[in-house]
């Protein structure tokens, strides 16, 4: 990759947020990548290749964060993300901010296995050292995923949709349709919210029990 005919108009990273491609940021996390293998300098020479400081990393995650729908767009997060490893130990202030944006991205970013791999790699490498630490952020992410939704809403909502099909049956008008197409709706974007979180879950508990000791899992009864 280094070698080949890639050709960027800045070809020394980091680059701009803007009219950042994805053979930018592949280039960029390989040379990031191929420098720290080879530093001898203690982290002086990767540090002039990664963003100007941790809250510009970070702000390059949340300003792609929302456009994850976009395949592309995935796969220039997961190349910011694996920057992330390249970091040394961290300050208190620069480990939280890199913490919650990481944390953010995982519960709340539009659904990618890729991201979501990706992410507890970077939060994994950001508590080396004290897996049992992570393993509890993890536990929170978690119960903040699966935090229970406000049943008696939602308990209402199939009542008046029953309902309202029974009234459609004897008695069809058009605001009573009107009404049982909406609620449908709703439901039906609930039960594919439902489906996404499940998903969400399964993935991350997969992952964290995929490269995490058991004495680690033991010590923490929601992921037992």
């Known amino acids: 990759v280094l070698q080949s005919g890639v050709e960027l108009q800045n070809p ?3 680059y701009p ?3 950042l491609t994805k053979e930018k940021a592949l280039y960029w996390r390989v040379l990031c990548e191929t420098k720290k293998a080879s530093d001898e300098t203690g982290g002086d020479i990767i540090r002039q290749f990664l963003p100007r400081s941790v809250k510009d990393h970070c702000d390059y995650i949340n300003r792609i964060s929302p456009l994850l729908t976009n395949p592309t767009n995935v796969y220039i997060c997961t190349q910011l993300l694996k920057l992330c490893c390249l970091y040394g130990l961290l300050g208190r202030e620069d480990k939280a901010l890199m913490d919650e944006t990481l944390a953010t991205l995982i519960i709340k970013a539009p ?3 890729e991201i979501i791999t990706d992410s507890l790699i970077a939060l994994r490498h950001l508590y080396k050292s004290f897996e049992s630490d992570f393993v509890h952020r993890v536990s929170d992410i978690l119960a903040t995923i699966t935090e229970p939704e406000n ?7 199939y009542a008046e949709m029953k309902d309202l099909e029974g009234e459609a049956e004897l008695l069809p008008t058009t605001d009573t349709k009107q009404k049982l197409d909406t609620l449908k709706a709703k439901a039906k974007e609930y039960e594919e919210l439902s489906a996404e979180t499940w998903c969400r879950v399964l993935t991350i508990v997969g992952e964290l029990l995929r490269y995490t000791s058991f004495v680690s899992i033991h010590q923490h009864p929601f992921l037992t």
Request: hydrophobic letters at 30%; a negative charge.
């Open 12 to 14: 020394n990273p980091p």
């Open 111 to 113: 659904f990618s296995k």
């Open 17 to 19: 947020f803007e009219g």
């Open 151 to 157: 049943n008696e809403l939602v308990e209402s909502m």
